[in-house]
């Protein structure tokens, strides 16, 4: 298998099949390479999606909060709960930061309402005994059907025209003066090249050490052609 494409997108977890999917509604040709179809975090111990307060920057938070508010497509993934996320902090001082950012914010104004735990709520005797936390913060939540939401994006990369390979161990990316040019792998026992232009590691935890495997560094700038996720 010798086949090239605009972009090749390294794992489809829901950070890869989004990146695919997004490539390819915007018109370039991607190819998602992952090596099993429920491999990853995403279909493991990520099911919640909180309101986005605990991002620690203000752009960031208000995007994920936008999103967490929307009437999008995401709707048809997500239930609400009966009751928020609780987070508790074992410092005050991680604390004070927290509700100080969050008022400096406003994030009320966002829509979001959010509020300090009683005592009784963090310093619960349960069947390992009392927390140490000093504190504890409750924010809105919902569960997210992440398995369910990675097949739909999976079926809009084929339906926008690109390509998935599952089974496909990749074991190389060629990189010439300082740019991608291809990517090896095995597939069913084969060696395939596909020739590409920019290569995404969207493999989550995993990606610096998939590149320093390859014998490729993390990038250090954006000049890079290889994109560390």
């Known amino acids: ?3 090239a494409t605009g972009t090749v997108v390294v794992g489809a977890g829901v950070a890869g099949s989004a990146i695919a999917f997004e490539l390819c509604r915007l018109g370039h040709k991607a190819a998602l390479l992952y090596r099993a179809p429920t491999e990853g975090s995403s279909f493991t111990n990520q099911k919640w999606n909180h309101s986005g307060l605990l991002y620690p920057g203000q752009t960031l938070a208000r995007r994920a909060c936008k999103e967490f508010l929307s009437q999008s497509f995401l709707r048809q993934f997500t239930c609400e709960t009966r009751s928020g996320a609780k987070f508790l902090a074992l410092h005050q001082e991680t604390l004070d930061e927290r509700e100080r950012m969050w008022r400096d914010w406003n994030v009320r104004a966002w ?4 509020r300090v735990l009683r005592q009784d709520e ?10 140490v936390a000093v504190g504890g913060l409750e924010v809105p939540d ?3 059907d992440f398995p369910e939401l990675v097949g739909h994006l999976r079926r809009e990369v084929c339906r926008q025209g690109g390509s998935l390979i599952p089974g496909a161990n990749v074991n190389h990316i060629r990189i010439e003066d300082d740019r991608v040019t291809a990517v090896e792998f095995l597939h069913s026992g084969e060696r395939c090249i596909m020739k590409c232009s920019v290569c995404v590691i969207a493999a989550g935890a995993w990606s610096n050490t998939i590149l320093e495997n390859f014998g490729n560094s993390p990038p250090e700038s954006h000049s890079s052609e290889v994109r560390s996720l």
Do not use: F, K, S
């Open 111 to 114: 829509g979001l309402n959010w």
């Open 142 to 144: 919902c569960i997210v």
């Open 122 to 131: 963090y310093r619960a005797i349960d069947a390992l005994g009392a927390t």
């Open 1 to 3: 298998m010798n086949e």
